[in-house]
């Protein structure tokens, strides 16, 4: 179990580094939209996860330390680190924007538009297909 275990963490932390990797290449973020419930809570959440992870290990606790409890802890923390490398709003870069783990260069932006008041729908291209986006921008960054 514990093998099982270290491959979980061992995918999160590749899949973590993959998607930090990622967002470095693609430059300094030009707009991201931030708010409690978007940005804030899933921290929260990512953390709460960590901290779980830690304590699972029972490193700072009196218990004995075993394969399982490490193993199983390293792998929430990994799910945890991963968990904070995602955004669930589109990070737009310098060299393109970021949807959850799609990397989409400015390239394959087809268009875009104002859907409703506060929503803007972005139209690119993913793997040859066309996907449409809508996200939440708020009234103060409307350019």
């Keep these: 179990m514990s093998n099982c ?12 580094y993959a998607q930090f990797k990622m967002k470095k290449d693609l430059g300094d973020i030009d707009y991201v939209n931030t708010a409690f419930i978007s940005d804030l809570l899933p921290n929260l959440l990512a953390l709460t996860i960590i901290i779980l992870g830690i304590a699972r290990t029972s490193i700072f606790s009196e218990q004995t330390v075993s ?13 945890g680190i991963y968990a904070v490398t995602l955004k669930v709003t589109p990070e737009f870069r310098k060299k393109g924007f970021v949807i959850l783990d799609r990397e989409i260069p400015w390239k ?3 268009s875009y538009n104002w859907y409703q008041e506060q929503v ?3 139209e690119f291209k993913h793997k040859d297909q066309l996907r449409i986006h809508r996200s939440v921008v ?3 960054d409307e350019k």
Excluded: V
């Excluded at 275990?5 to 899949?15: E, I, V």
């Design 5 to 16: 275990y270290s491959s979980f963490s061992g995918f999160f932390f590749g899949a973590a």
């Design 108 to 110: 394959d932006l087809i």
């Design 120 to 122: 803007i729908e972005l």
């Design 138 to 140: 708020a009234p103060e």
């Design 67 to 79: 394969p399982i409890r490490l193993s199983s802890g390293i792998s929430l923390i990994a799910i």
